[in-house]
């Protein structure tokens, strides 16, 4: 697993199996960051918005598709090498899928004709394609780009996220998004979860307590922490404790803060109780932490 702080954001690349990667990035400052990484005609690739929005931008700038909140970007063309390079606008979360057009065939090796693109009549042809993204696949979507496992099953854990994402996206049934997420339902109720955690990460150092956080979003206290967990695959304050302690960390990393700086920036007023959690987080302290960066 490669992860790059790109400024302000972060990149992550999550490679399981030599033919097939996920890449997460996302972009938290006020610019356009961009991101590039070659790709080879070998590969399809998948790319989703989460929030924000970016561009791709092709054949040294000739040519170029956008790609908006909640929708997706499929593309491929054998005929010649389709290398990433993407301009992320300010505020964006960006997850994409790469995986070798071979393997993907053979996922549906018994049912290619199941799969437009991968016809034989097709199959020597560029392919793009655009589209909105499902409830269901947003919150898979969101698994990945927040998940935390041990190294040990990491690996595990996106192999399976990766054959459920291709399960979801061509799946047939019209009701796939009720199986998968019986608290979101509809749009709307993905929107209220998002917004819930976008105001616990604004107020981190002083978050609101789960009722006034359920009042402000306009779901009731249950739909709130079993959709919370739903879509992000932990409880409402977990989650805000990894984001903080991530925060910190990223912020120790830059060796321009003190310990109590960065204890204060993250909701701690005393530093022993910022110690404290950083330590049960990485299983050392802050100090030891940015000693071990200074080599």
Known sequence: MTVKNIAEGSYRELAYEEDCYILTMTNESAGIQKVTRAIDRSFIQFHFCLKGGGKYIFNEGHYALEIGADHSLLLYNTQTDLPMHLELRPKSQVVSLIM?????????SAEADY??????????RKYYAQDPISP???????????????PSVAQLYIRGKVYELIALLFNRSEDTSLEQCPYLVDEDHLKRIRKAKEIIIEHMSEPPGLKPLAEEVGLSLKKLKEG????????????????????????????????????????????????????????????????????
């Open 115 to 124: 799969i437009p693109f991968l016809t034989e009549e097709n199959n020597a």
């Open 100 to 108: 070798t057009i071979r393997k993907f065939h053979a996922l549906f």
């Open 228 to 295: 919370f967990k739903q879509v992000y695959g932990d409880s409402v304050y977990s989650f805000l404790f990894d984001y903080k302690m991530e925060y910190a960390r990223k912020m120790l990393e830059t060796q321009k803060f003190n310990v109590n700086e960065v204890g204060l920036k993250v909701g701690y007023s005393t530093a022993s109780h910022f110690i404290a959690a950083f330590k049960k987080k990485y299983g050392t302290t802050p100090k030891k932490y940015v000693m071990a960066l200074a080599g």
């Open 136 to 150: 269901a696949v947003s919150v898979l979507l969101s698994q990945i780009m927040n998940f935390n496992m041990h």
